[in-house]
Structure formats: structure tokens, C-alpha cells
């Protein structure tokens, strides 16, 4: 083989010289691409401004760069890790402003999904389009502005759903949006969009809503498969062209292009304005005041006017942002009576305007929307509707169908985006059980969210022990009844924890008296529960009470341990009769039953923490009793680790429950079967300890129960 010849010998010199020159600079590039996790998280703060709900995200000297997926990391709130590495970010409702650095999120070569909904980002979309293996991306309810540029979706080949509705945006839809082949939800509604939709959706998508914009144009033919409303609020959008409204804007007419008349008019129209201009000219020369012509101010200020969109007047004009707002004022308004809506009319009139209405998730009472809410009586109630959620007001409807209802308004959630607050509702209005009193409908708006629920006549545990001490709380007084209570609460946390497993956040997350109401054979209805991931992170340690266990307030993460602790707190409320300090913000009041319990259990003591109302007429039960307290004391150990999971607590309850009933069995065999075992004449309590002993000690009713649909308690 012939030897290279010199020029050849020079070219491979040069190439190895600049391989050579560029391999560091690749390596620092791979190096900047793999910044610290901990570093880059810290960057993308910096970014931020109002940024104080992420005060966790900080690198502590115990820490060091350890990677916040590491094991032993403290908690980073809202980065969601897999396999040791950055999945996700959940930073929706937080109130953050400033810019997003997409440059710091390219740290995380897996991130896969990111919500910033809710928040007060502005300025025109982050180039989130150079994040190509992005899955998810929420940006609801933000003021991004600007048009979305025309490559955005070229590189989003793997995005499923992008959310960016009730934004600013404005300009038309890029047709680049076919090219986001496995998008499956698109919501761009509440926005200034404008223009004709594309002419065919991306190939994989099952759900779109352009609502409320200013698009114009038929609907294409592909678009069809949608449901009309998805398009609705679009002055000029035919989703079927119609004689009743235009499809498009109507044009100036212009005077035909070359004809010698309109020539003429042009010819005309240039002298007159040339002869303006050297008028004003002459003007100004002579006026020598070195000032602006005269109405120059207000000719700039109107051409500024004309400059801006006209995004602000459309967000005050969609209708589905009012609807709520007012039913609350009318029902806020109202005091302690019942008060109707002015007018049939009105009501009819927004309720046909309202994009949002109430959406049913659980149907068990019949299908009703907004305007039947609207013309109910409505009255402030109290313990009747259950506590907690962070919720400003409760009201009971009762609808011309005879339907009562509780309506709350949650505050508390008021940051939750709409995509993951949906989701929750539907999942927690699918839930059956016996012992769980779902939602059945909710009202959507960024400033204000409506949860209904059926009206539970009874009341809470919390009002029927600690209230005016009626007929019910002397019911409550046997014990057989309080088994019921104490194996229904057990039985419903123990399904909530199977059911919602996989879930980060509490199943229940607020599990209190307050939130466990009492049908009228007593049976008890967990309510509020599952919400933990919807309350605005700021006020999730005073709204739900799964924060105020030990390892919560030392600053741990909240874990289901958290439930369980919480139902030992209920079963020592329910043995004991006394108020727990534990449900207080300030610990001022009560009785800190924890520490009581606890104490007393170490020394011997446990017959002192039983209810004096159940040992004046139980007493041959103590035995039992103590046993439940040594479960519910078994709850509330400090360390989470030491607690038992729901699922074996439940069972602790059950096994202690059945042993007491055979224990009343027994004495109600002593006294020869008709005579009471406490020793009384029968009355309403009687009653529900019959009911209670039949109903728990049933097997076979038992589970064709915590299966059963029939939610029909309470309903007047």
C-alpha cells in the first residue's frame, strides 16, 4: 500500500488536533448538563420571586450536595422522585411569580411531568419545548401572555397533556401541534386565542376544550368527534354553520383594487394628507415654543389603546368565572335563615350562561346542577356538615326534589389546579363504602370551589359528645353503640387506605370527630376525607388534622402513619368522652389525651380514663374498655414506625369489638334476655345498642354493607 501522500498526512493531523481541542469542551458541556440536583433546584428558586412555600428547598450543611432523592435527604416540598432521580414537580398554587428557568430544568433528564398551575408566572410561555422528554406539563391559571410559538410542538413528541388554560395567551394555535403525536389532553380554554382552529387534531388526542376564546372559523370536520361545548364561547367559531351566527369577522369594504375611480379617491387622498402635514409643520415653526403639537398626548394614548389585545374584557365577560361567586354572595349574605333567589328568571338566565355549573360525580341522590342550588333554601349550619377542609362557610340546600345537601366553600384550595383538583373529585366520588359519605358534586372556579355533599340530619361525633348533651348523647351512652361508632370509623379508614394505597399524601388526611357524622342508626360517615393533596401547602398544618402528628410537627414528612394516629385520637375521645386539646390550634382547652392515655396506661391506670357516662351503667364491660384503650393507645405512638398500619389497627378493632358484644351477649343471657344488661327500661338507647349488637356481629351483613351503594342517610 502506497504511504500517504503529504497532504493527506496534514488533513489527519488537523482533524485529530481539532477532536482533540473539542473533547473538553464536550466534556464540560455533559458536566453543565449534569449539574448537582440540589444545585439546579436551587437555580430554578432563584428564578422564582414570592418564593417563601419553598423555604425546604435549601442545601443544609447535614445534607451537603446529597441529592434530594437520595435516601436520608430531607423533604424538597413538591419534587417528586423515582429510581434515585428528578420525576416531577408539583409547585401548583404556591403563589409564585417571576420567570420559570427552563435551563435548570434540563438538569433532569427524566423529568417527566410539571405543574406550575395556579401561580403568577407571566410574560410569554417558557421554552418548555426543549424539555423533549416532558409527559405533563399543568400551567393553568397563570397570566402567561403572547402567542404560542410556532415550533412549540416540534420537539414534543412524547407530551400527553398540556394544560394552559385560563392564561393570557393570544395569536392563533400553531399547526405544529400535530406533530405532539401522543398528545391525549389539550385544554387551552380562557385564553385571548384567535384565528381558525387547525385542520385536523393531533392523531392521538381524546380530549380538547378551546372554549372562550376568540377563535373564528368552522369547527373542521376532524374537531367533531368533540363535544360542542369544548368550542363554546367563541363569538365567531361555528361548530356547524348556521343563518343564525356568523363564522366570520365582518371585513371593511375596500374599494375595488385598479379601478379608475378608486385611483382617483387614492390620488386624492395623498394630497389632502401631504397638505395636513405641512400645515401642521408651519404651525409648529411658528409657534417657536420648542412644545409637542397640540393633542399629540392623546393621539398616543389612543394608538397605545388599540395597541392591547383585548384580553382583559374577554376574561371579565366569561361568564363560567361569575356563576359561583354569586351564589355565594347570595347564600353568605343570608345569615342564620332561609333565603330564595330574587328570581326564577335570574337564575335561569345564569345558569344558562354558565360554562361550569356543578359537575356530579357521585349520583346516588339524583343529577342537579348550579340553578337548583340557587333556588333551594339555604341556611348557615354548623356541626351538621362536618368539619375541617378549610372550608369559610357551610350551607344546608334543600331543593324543590326534597333533597337536603351541604354546600362548602373551600378556601383552603383555592390554589389547586383545576386538572388535579377534578381528578380527585371523581376518584373520591367513586368510592364505595358504608362507612364514607362521598361527595356529589363540586363547582370549580380558581378563586372559589363549591363541595356538596348529602346533609347528615344527626350531626358529628364531635357535636353529639361534646354538644347540648340530647337525646342522641344519651344514646351514645351505651356501649354497644360506641362500638358501633369506634369498628365503622376503623372499617372506613381501613378501606380508604386499601383503596387509595398508592397515593403520597394521608388517604383520609383529616380524620377527627368533626369529620365523622353519625346517621340515624348511629352508623358513622368519614367525610372530608382524601383532600390532602388539595389544600394550599401554607395552610395544610392548621386545615388537616393528619398534620398535626408528632413526626408532622417535628418537620418530618406526612405519611399514612399519620391516619392512624388520628384514629387513635377518636377512639380515646369516644372511651374518655373528653374534648382533645389535640384539636385545638393553640393546645389552650381540652384534655391532651395522648399524654393522658399514655400515663395512665404506664402506671396501671387505664380504668381512670373511662367515661363516667359508660362506667355508671357498664361497668361489668371495664375489661373491654381498657382493652380499646391499649389499641387507640397503640396509635398514637410517637414514633410512626412503632404504630400499626391501618389495615392491622382496623383489625385490632374489630377483634376487641367482637369480643365486648359477646361479653353483652353473655350478661343479657344472665339476666335471662329481656331484661336490660345495664339495667334499664327500654327507650331510644336501648334500641340503638340492639341495632348495634345485630349490625356488628353480622358477617354476612357486614360485608354485603361496606359494598353496598345505598347512601340514603339523613334525608329529610
Known amino acids: 500500500m502506497a504511504p500517504p501522500s503529504p497532504r493527506r498526512r496534514l488533513f489527519l493531523?488537523?482533524?485529530?488536533?481539532?477532536?482533540?481541542?473539542?473533547?473538553?469542551?464536550?466534556?464540560?458541556?455533559?458536566e453543565n448538563n449534569n449539574t448537582p440536583v440540589a444545585e439546579a433546584l436551587v437555580q430554578l428558586k432563584k428564578s422564582f420571586t414570592n418564593s417563601s412555600s419553598l423555604s425546604s428547598w435549601l442545601i443544609t450543611d447535614t445534607d451537603g450536595d446529597k441529592s434530594p432523592c437520595a435516601p436520608g435527604s430531607h423533604e424538597w416540598h413538591g419534587v417528586v422522585c423515582a429510581g434515585g432521580e428528578v420525576t416531577g414537580l408539583r409547585l401548583s398554587g404556591l403563589e409564585l411569580g417571576g420567570t420559570i428557568d427552563v435551563d435548570a430544568l434540563s438538569s433532569f433528564p427524566r423529568l417527566r411531568s410539571v405543574s406550575f398551575a395556579g401561580n403568577n408566572f407571566s410574560g410569554p410561555l417558557p421554552a418548555f419545548h426543549q424539555l423533549k422528554a416532558l409527559k405533563s406539563m399543568y400551567l393553568s391559571d397563570n397570566d402567561f401572555s403572547?402567542?404560542?410559538?410556532?415550533?412549540?410542538?416540534?420537539?414534543?413528541?412524547?407530551?400527553?397533556?398540556?394544560?394552559?388554560?385560563?392564561?393570557?395567551?393570544?395569536?392563533?394555535?400553531?399547526?405544529?401541534?400535530?406533530?405532539?403525536?401522543?398528545?391525549?389532553?389539550?385544554?387551552?380554554?380562557?385564553?385571548?386565542?384567535?384565528?381558525?382552529?387547525?385542520?385536523?387534531?393531533?392523531?392521538?388526542?381524546?380530549?380538547?376544550?378551546?372554549?372562550?376564546?376568540?377563535?373564528?372559523?368552522?369547527?373542521?370536520?376532524?374537531?367533531?368527534?368533540?363535544?360542542?361545548?369544548?368550542?363554546?364561547?367563541?363569538?365567531?367559531?361555528?361548530?356547524?354553520?348556521?343563518?343564525?351566527?356568523p363564522c366570520k369577522r365582518e371585513q371593511p369594504a375596500a374599494a375595488a383594487a385598479g379601478s379608475p375611480s378608486s385611483s382617483r379617491a387614492v390620488t386624492v387622498?395623498?394630497?389632502?394628507?401631504?397638505?395636513?402635514?405641512?400645515?401642521?409643520?408651519?404651525?409648529?415653526?411658528?409657534?417657536?415654543?420648542?412644545?409637542?403639537?397640540?393633542?399629540?398626548?392623546?393621539?398616543?394614548?389612543?394608538?397605545?389603546?388599540?395597541?392591547?389585545?383585548?384580553?382583559?374584557?374577554?376574561?371579565?365577560?366569561?361568564?363560567?368565572?361569575r356563576?359561583?361567586?354569586?351564589?355565594?354572595?347570595?347564600?353568605?349574605?343570608?345569615?342564620?335563615?332561609?333565603?330564595?333567589?330574587?328570581?326564577?328568571?335570574?337564575?335561569?338566565?345564569?345558569?344558562?350562561?354558565?360554562?361550569?355549573?356543578?359537575?356530579?360525580?357521585?349520583?346516588?341522590?339524583?343529577?342537579?346542577?348550579?340553578?337548583?342550588?340557587?333556588?333551594?333554601?339555604?341556611?348557615?349550619?354548623?356541626?351538621?356538615?362536618?368539619?375541617?377542609?378549610?372550608?369559610?362557610?357551610?350551607?344546608?340546600?334543600?331543593?324543590?326534589?326534597?333533597?337536603?345537601?351541604?354546600?362548602?366553600?373551600?378556601?383552603?384550595?383555592?390554589?389547586?389546579?383545576?386538572?388535579?383538583?377534578?381528578?380527585?373529585?371523581?376518584?373520591?366520588?367513586?368510592?364505595?363504602?358504608?362507612?364514607?359519605?362521598p361527595p356529589l358534586a363540586y363547582h370549580y372556579r380558581s378563586d372559589e370551589k363549591l363541595i356538596v355533599h348529602e346533609y347528615i340530619p344527626k350531626g358529628s361525633l364531635l357535636y353529639v359528645l361534646h354538644g347540648d348533651r340530647g337525646m342522641d348523647y344519651a344514646a351514645l351512652a351505651d356501649w354497644p353503640a360506641r362500638l358501633k361508632v369506634a369498628a365503622g370509623v376503623a372499617r372506613g379508614a381501613a378501606f380508604l387506605h386499601a383503596e387509595f394505597a398508592s397515593h403520597e399524601a394521608p388517604p383520609h388526611g383529616n380524620l377527627k370527630s368533626a369529620n365523622v357524622l353519625l346517621a340515624p342508626d348511629f352508623e358513622p360517615l368519614l367525610a372530608d376525607y382524601g383532600y390532602s393533596s388539595l389544600v394550599n401547602h401554607d395552610t395544610q398544618s392548621s386545615s388537616m388534622f393528619a398534620r398535626r402528628a408528632p413526626e408532622c410537627v417535628a418537620g418530618h414528612p406526612v405519611t399514612a402513619k399519620?391516619?392512624?394516629?388520628?384514629?387513635?385520637?377518636?377512639?380515646?375521645?369516644?372511651?374518655?368522652?373528653?374534648?382533645?386539646?389535640?384539636?385545638?390550634?393553640?393546645?389552650?382547652?381540652?384534655?391532651?389525651?395522648?399524654m393522658w392515655?399514655?400515663?395512665?396506661?404506664?402506671?396501671?391506670?387505664?380504668?381512670?380514663?373511662?367515661?363516667?357516662?359508660?362506667?355508671?351503667?357498664?361497668?361489668?364491660?371495664?375489661?373491654?374498655?381498657?382493652?380499646?384503650?391499649?389499641?387507640a393507645v397503640g396509635c398514637v405512638e410517637a414514633d410512626p414506625e412503632k404504630r400499626p398500619d391501618m389495615k392491622e389497627a382496623a383489625a385490632r378493632v374489630e377483634e376487641v369489638v367482637a369480643a365486648a358484644l359477646a361479653t353483652v351477649r353473655e350478661r343479657q343471657e344472665e339476666t335471662g334476655g329481656g331484661e336490660d344488661p345495664a339495667g334499664r327500661s327500654s327507650s331510644h338507647a336501648a334500641y340503638v345498642r340492639a341495632a348495634s349488637i345485630q349490625r356488628l356481629t353480622s358477617v354476612g351483613e357486614r360485608s354485603a354493607r361496606r359494598d353496598s351503594d345505598d347512601f340514603s342517610y339523613g334525608i329529610s
Request: charge should be positive; include cysteine.
Open 146 to 245: 403572547g402567542a404560542i410559538p410556532d415550533g412549540f410542538f416540534g420537539n414534543l413528541s412524547h407530551l400527553k397533556k398540556l394544560w394552559l388554560d385560563g392564561n393570557r395567551l393570544n395569536g392563533s394555535i400553531p399547526p405544529s401541534i400535530t406533530q405532539a403525536t401522543s398528545l391525549l389532553e389539550l385544554h387551552l380554554d380562557g385564553n385571548a386565542l384567535t384565528g381558525e382552529l387547525p385542520p385536523a387534531p393531533p392523531p392521538s388526542l381524546k380530549s380538547i376544550n378551546v372554549s372562550n376564546n376568540d377563535l373564528e372559523g368552522v369547527v373542521p370536520e376532524a374537531f367533531r368527534k368533540f363535544d360542542a361545548s369544548r368550542f363554546a364561547g367563541n363569538q365567531y367559531l361555528c361548530y356547524v354553520p348556521t343563518d343564525a351566527k
Open 323 to 437: 356563576s359561583a361567586s354569586w351564589l355565594g354572595r347570595r347564600i353568605g349574605s343570608s345569615g342564620f335563615g332561609h333565603r330564595r333567589a330574587a328570581s326564577a328568571a335570574k337564575v335561569d338566565d345564569l345558569s344558562s350562561r354558565s360554562g361550569g355549573d356543578l359537575v356530579m360525580v357521585n349520583n346516588s341522590k339524583g343529577a342537579f346542577g348550579l340553578a337548583d342550588l340557587m333556588k333551594a333554601a339555604a341556611e348557615v349550619i354548623g356541626s351538621g356538615g362536618g368539619g375541617g377542609l378549610g372550608s369559610s362557610s357551610s350551607y344546608k340546600a334543600v331543593m324543590a326534589s326534597g333533597v337536603a345537601v351541604v354546600v362548602k366553600r373551600a378556601r383552603d384550595m383555592n390554589r389547586a389546579p383545576r386538572d388535579a383538583f377534578e381528578a380527585e373529585m371523581r376518584r373520591l366520588g367513586a368510592a364505595r363504602h358504608g362507612n364514607l359519605l
Open 597 to 631: 392515655a399514655t400515663s395512665a396506661m404506664a402506671d396501671g391506670f387505664e380504668r381512670d380514663l373511662l367515661d363516667p357516662a359508660l362506667m355508671a351503667k357498664w361497668k361489668f364491660a371495664a375489661n373491654d374498655m381498657v382493652r380499646l384503650v391499649q389499641v
Open 562 to 594: 399519620a391516619d392512624v394516629y388520628c384514629l387513635g385520637v377518636v377512639l380515646l375521645e369516644l372511651l374518655t368522652g373528653k374534648f382533645p386539646a389535640q384539636y385545638l390550634q393553640n393546645a389552650k382547652g381540652g384534655t391532651d389525651l395522648v
Open 269 to 321: 387622498l395623498a394630497t389632502l394628507l401631504v397638505s395636513v402635514v405641512v400645515m401642521v409643520i408651519v404651525l409648529c415653526a411658528c409657534s417657536g415654543d420648542g412644545g409637542e403639537p397640540a393633542g399629540s398626548s392623546r393621539a398616543r394614548s389612543l394608538d397605545d389603546k388599540e395597541e392591547k389585545p383585548p384580553v382583559y374584557m374577554a376574561k371579565q365577560a366569561t361568564p363560567q368565572r
Open 13 to 30: 493531523l488537523l482533524a485529530i488536533a481539532a477532536a482533540a481541542a473539542a473533547l473538553p469542551a464536550a466534556i464540560l458541556a455533559a
